[in-house]
């Protein structure tokens, strides 16, 4: 890529750091230059949480509906899969896949609970009773 | 000691290799020396793996390889540790701070509060610099940032403790010792790199890595719009761009860094095949950025026949063709 070519797009990169890429210059060698961002890039991660809000949307209808624990729509909240949630939480993906169940969630003690509280950063009644 | 002086570079692991590096007396350092001393250039594409939702690629070597292969390639002892206790991990690290050691530590980016919220997923291979202590925090010397930045002690611990895939469990890494880095070791250090390089982008058996990898992913794209319907099979495109160009990950930008090092390699060895190569790969650089550019024609919901996806595959098979005749040169030099 020439370095006229580098491209100077609004990313959310803004008012945080602008990203280093290398370049050729006029004379044909390479050099480290600034890019505020390209759009390519942009509407890529702009697809991306597009998705991640479709997801939040039907795993909160999920819930609403009685299908789903409040665990599942944490999880997107949170950009979580199971391998994190695992780690935070120390249960085993068996057991979360257990707790997405409403009537298995239900009968998890408070001490349980706190542990998915903590991982997800709400309380425990905001886990309990999601605010939408 | 020296104070420390913060680089921003175009890869994280590149930049804690080039500061650190630099910091104990390796002034010749540069990011895309290091970059290809470690051999740093690759491509992967994991099967039957999920990565946010989609497929599970990297444009780069394994985490904690560029900085264990370029130090062991200049004869740097390295020192690097994982803890189990929080309490210990924070104990080592102010300890070597006090002994005025730079400290390069893996972190994950989600609770990572100084990066913009956009990039914040469960990315646990981030890698940044902390250099000291000040006013009850530390100081912080990420290599994709344009300026140091600060974590207080328990936002430190929260992103070197991250949870998932590659959990960084604390890990940090530092140069040991260096001694005297001769001209002839730095050069066969760089023939090294260029072989090993050779070696990972051309004969990993199984299809799934280097440039045969890069057909792979040219083939699942050919399936997916019928497999996953438009909507999954856009996206998984877009997440193809991603990996390739978001932030400290690189991808087409991996591609000019290879370049750049095979130019300083070809200044260093006194070789001009180096140059002609590091054309071809910077030709690879930018069929990287004309496939992004037409992918992203498809997550935009421009583009949605077969045959755009026949597109997108095609560009990848002719970038496949381009870095792996580049790469059988390479293995071909004589010296």
Redesign the interface.
């Known amino acids: 890529?020439k370095k006229s070519d580098l491209p100077q797009d609004k990313s959310?990169?803004v008012n945080?750091?602008?990203?280093?890429?290398?370049?050729?210059n006029e004379n044909g060698?390479?050099e480290?230059e600034?890019s505020s961002g390209?759009?390519?890039?942009t509407?890529?991660?702009n697809?991306?949480?597009l998705?991640i809000e479709n997801?939040i949307t039907e795993a909160k209808n999920l819930f609403l509906s009685g299908e789903a624990s409040p665990i599942e729509y944490y999880m997107e909240l949170k950009?979580?899969?199971y391998?994190?949630l695992?780690?935070?939480t120390g249960f085993w993906k068996w057991q979360i896949k257990k707790h997405k169940n409403p009537e298995s969630f239900n009968r998890l003690n408070d001490g349980k609970l706190q542990k998915y509280a903590d991982a997800f950063g709400v309380t425990l009644m905001e886990l309990k009773k999601p605010s939408f | 000691m020296e104070s420390f002086k913060h680089i921003q570079t175009a890869h994280c692991e590149n930049g804690v290799t080039v500061s650190l590096l630099k910091h104990n007396g390796v002034k010749f350092m540069t990011e895309p020396l290091a970059f290809g001393l470690g051999s740093g250039l690759f491509y992967i594409h994991i099967p039957f793996m999920k990565v946010n939702n989609g497929p599970a690629i990297s444009f780069r070597t394994m985490p904690g390889a560029i900085f264990k292969r370029t130090c062991k390639s200049l004869d740097i002892k390295v020192e690097r540790k994982k803890f189990k206790s929080k309490t210990e991990a924070q104990s080592f690290l102010n300890e070597k701070l006090n002994e005025g050691i730079p400290v390069g530590c893996q972190v994950g980016v989600f609770h990572l509060n100084y990066f913009p919220k956009a990039y914040r997923f469960h990315f646990n291979a981030h890698n940044l610099i902390v250099f000291g202590q000040e006013d009850g925090k530390y100081l912080i010397s990420d290599p994709v940032m344009e300026t140091t930045t600060t974590l207080f002690p328990e936002e430190l611990e929260k992103v070197r403790f991250a949870q998932g895939a590659l959990a960084p469990k604390g890990q940090l890494y530092y140069p040991k010792s260096v001694g005297d880095i001769s001209e002839d070791l730095l050069r066969n250090a760089i023939k090294k790199g260029i072989k090993r390089n050779c070696r990972d982008m051309l004969h990993i058996p199984g299809g799934i890595a280097g440039v045969k990898g890069i057909n792979y992913t040219a083939n699942k794209i050919r399936g997916w719009r019928d497999k996953l319907g438009e909507r999954q099979a856009a996206l998984h495109l877009g997440q193809i761009v991603r990996m390739q160009e978001e932030i400290g990950t690189g991808g087409g930008g991996f591609r000019f860094l290879y370049a750049a090092f095979l130019d300083e390699a070809s200044e260093i060895l006194g070789n001009d095949q180096l140059l002609k190569i590091s054309d071809q790969m910077t030709k690879a650089g930018d069929l990287w950025r004309d496939s992004a550019l037409q992918m992203s024609g498809i997550y935009k919901g421009r583009l949605n026949s077969q045959k755009d996806y026949e597109d997108s595959a095609a560009l990848l098979n002719e970038i496949s063709a381009v870095e792996k005749d580049a790469f059988i040169q390479l293995s071909k030099i004589v010296y």
């Open positions: 890529m959310d990169l945080f750091t602008r990203e280093v890429c290398y370049v050729k060698k390479y480290a600034l390209w759009d390519v890039k509407d890529a991660l697809s991306a949480w998705d997801r950009l979580m899969d391998t994190v695992a780690g935070y």
